[in-house]
Nanobody, 115 residues
Framework: QVQLVESGGGLVQPGGSLRLSCAAS????????MGWYRQAPGKQRELVED???????IYADSVKGRFTISGDNAKNVVYLEMNSLKPEDTDVYYC?????????WGKGTLVTVSS
């Protein structure tokens, strides 16, 4: 089984920055097929940034130039660096890993952008 645990969320003012972390453990082969998604209350979960099969990164237009996904393969940790945060970025952020046709999700970490 695969386990994912997100951390790093919190309250930040507009224009501020945060770095989220996703620690992966269990029967995981590579962190290079992982990504970040977000979900606000009453809305559907949506893509933030994701590294798909082949190493290609996909991302939402709303975060281009502001958010960056990265990872430490030795530690099995994936990061989401968020800059120039906006109130619209307020969401629960989820880590995702895809392996052998199955999607695995963490429990999420809350990011609140407000003055």
């Amino acid at each position: 089984q695969v386990q994912l645990v997100e951390s790093g969320g919190g309250l930040v003012q507009p224009g501020g920055s945060l770095r989220l972390s996703c620690a992966a453990s269990g029967s995981i082969f590579s962190i290079n097929v992982m990504g970040w998604y977000r979900q606000a209350p009453g809305k559907q979960r949506e893509l933030v940034e994701d590294i798909i099969t082949g190493g290609r990164t996909i991302y939402a237009d709303s975060v281009k130039g502001r958010f960056t996904i990265s990872g430490d393969n030795a530690k099995n940790v994936v990061y989401l660096e968020m800059n120039s945060l906006k109130p619209e970025d307020t969401d629960v952020y989820y880590c995702k890993h895809s392996q052998r046709g199955t999607d695995y999700w963490g429990k999420g970490t809350l990011v609140t952008v407000s003055s």
